[in-house]
């Protein structure tokens, strides 16, 4: 069975241990702690290198070092040992989530209250160079109380690499920038921009894998999945479905995250506290709702799909619970016991045997 060290990231002091490292072993199911990083205020979202020697942290705040905006950091990961290599400002406010381009040499931050998408290039030892571009975006939403302007929460590559998204989810809009690797800066390209309903508030996307034209858009304002085809000429949203089995005002998505097959969608609730699972259909790639599993904790902020394994890191209840996943069908059943961890927010792993 597969062996994995599982990452998580938290809401942290920086005088407090804020990343937390667990080995997994895929018989058990058991989280073991290994080790744990102080030093980082609030490392909220993490990116792993495909190796999992380098580790990006975001550090979610509205100030760094005495002027305003949060920062980025990058840490060596090695066999026994964390270490911190260097940070850098993002000079935009509460970054909330980092993206890594392995094959550019990049890191994006995505700053969430300022609504800004900061890019850094990468020096030879993984640590990070100046931040070569900022984007801020402007523009504001019908929800006065979380749209009164932008707010950056997600960036991801394109499987076409030939550029990046990012979703606002003030502006209900996720937007594309072409990126030039030799000069490190971002190009609005607006004729690819993808538009949603007014007042959805997209948080965070997937493709599926294997096809670089079918996107899932998670909106956390509305608790709604997004089915999207991004074509050559404009995109078209094939599918929009709720995420709850019953309309609740009080919750709000946050993951969404995909088997590596590409069969099942797997997307968190905070406040209905669950974890919807989708089936996709191989055909046209509409959802099709088969459960929704009480997430075992309060928040479920974050979710990890493991083959047969799924986590969940409830930031409200201090825990990362797991649940077995059936690989033909989807469904999820919960494993008995939980691990405690200080407000977790942000899951990432590496296999390791």
Same mark, same amino acid.
């Given at each position: 069975?597969?062996?994995?060290?599982?990452?998580?990231?938290?809401?942290?002091?920086?005088?407090?241990?804020?990343?937390?490292?667990?080995?997994?072993?895929?018989?058990?199911?058991?989280?073991?702690?290994?080790?744990?990083?102080?030093?980082?205020?609030?490392?909220?979202?993490?990116?792993?290198?495909?190796?999992?020697?380098?580790?990006?942290?975001?550090?979610?705040?509205?100030?760094?070092?005495?002027?305003?905006?949060?920062?980025?950091?990058?840490?060596?990961?090695?066999?026994?040992?964390?270490?911190?290599?260097?940070?850098?400002?993002?000079?935009?406010?509460?970054?909330?989530?980092?993206?890594?381009?392995?094959?550019?040499?990049?890191?994006?931050?995505?700053?969430?209250?300022?609504?800004?998408?900061?890019?850094?290039?990468?020096?030879?030892?993984?640590?990070?160079?100046?931040?070569?571009?900022?984007?801020?975006?402007?523009?504001?939403?019908?929800?006065?109380?979380?749209?009164?302007?932008?707010?950056?929460?997600?960036?991801?590559? *394109?499987?076409?690499?030939?550029?990046?998204?990012?979703?606002?989810? =003030?502006? /209900?809009? +996720?937007?594309?920038?072409? %990126? @030039?690797?030799?000069?490190?800066?971002?190009?609005?390209?607006?004729?690819?921009?993808?538009?949603?309903?007014?007042?959805?508030?997209?948080?965070?996307?997937?493709?599926?894998?294997?096809?670089?034209?079918?996107?899932?858009?998670?909106?956390?304002?509305?608790?709604?999945?997004?089915?999207?085809?991004?074509?050559?000429?404009?995109?078209?949203?094939?599918?929009?479905?709720?995420?709850?089995?019953?309309?609740?005002?009080?919750?709000?998505?946050?993951?969404?995250?995909? *088997?590596?097959?590409?069969?099942?969608?797997?997307?968190?609730?905070? =406040?209905? /506290?669950? +974890?919807?699972?989708?089936? %996709? @259909?191989?055909?046209?790639?509409?959802?099709?709702?088969?459960?929704?599993?009480?997430?075992?904790?309060?928040?479920?902020?974050?979710?990890?799909?493991?083959?047969?394994?799924?986590?969940?890191?409830?930031?409200?209840?201090?825990?990362?619970?797991?649940?077995?996943?059936?690989?033909?069908?989807?469904?999820?059943?919960?494993?008995?016991?939980?691990?405690?961890?200080?407000?977790?927010?942000?899951?990432?792993?590496?296999?390791?045997?």
């Amino acid at each position: 069975m597969m062996e994995y060290r599982i990452y998580a990231g938290t809401y942290a002091g920086a005088d407090e241990n804020g990343i937390f490292r667990y080995r997994m072993d895929g018989n058990s199911q058991i989280l073991e702690r290994e080790l744990a990083l102080p030093g980082i205020s609030n490392p909220s979202y993490l990116a792993l290198s495909q190796n999992g020697t380098m580790m990006y942290a975001v550090m979610e705040d509205m100030e760094y070092h005495g002027k305003a905006g949060g920062g980025v950091c990058a840490i060596k990961c090695r066999e026994n040992s964390l270490e911190i290599l260097n940070s850098r400002g993002t000079t935009g406010t509460l970054p909330c989530h980092v993206t890594l381009d392995e094959e550019a040499g990049v890191i994006y931050a995505a700053n969430y209250m300022s609504g800004s998408l900061s890019m850094f290039p990468l020096m030879p030892d993984g640590s990070l160079g100046e931040m070569s571009d900022c984007r801020q975006h402007k523009g504001k939403g019908p929800n006065t109380l979380r749209q009164e302007g932008p707010h950056v929460h997600f960036s991801g590559l *394109s499987p076409e690499k030939d550029g990046i998204w990012c979703v606002d989810l =003030g502006l /209900d809009c +996720i937007l594309f920038y072409g %990126i @030039d690797v030799h000069t490190m800066t971002l190009s609005h390209r607006p004729e690819r921009d993808i538009m949603l309903p007014k007042g959805t508030g997209p948080r965070h996307f997937v493709f599926q894998p294997g096809n670089a034209h079918r996107m899932y858009v998670v909106c956390e304002l509305s608790s709604e999945v997004f089915a999207v085809n991004i074509l050559k000429e404009g995109c078209q949203i094939l599918q929009r479905i709720s995420s709850l089995s019953a309309p609740n005002d009080k919750s709000s998505c946050a993951a969404i995250k995909c *088997s590596e097959d590409g069969r099942f969608l797997y997307v968190s609730n905070r =406040g209905d /506290d669950s +974890i919807a699972v989708f089936r %996709i @259909d191989p055909k046209n790639g509409l959802l099709h709702l088969v459960q929704i599993e009480k997430a075992g904790g309060r928040t479920p902020r974050d979710i990890l799909v493991l083959k047969d394994m799924i986590l969940s890191a409830n930031q409200d209840s201090n825990t990362i619970t797991c649940f077995y996943r059936n690989e033909d069908t989807g469904i999820l059943t919960r494993r008995m016991g939980e691990t405690f961890c200080h407000a977790p927010v942000c899951l990432t792993a590496v296999p390791t045997a």
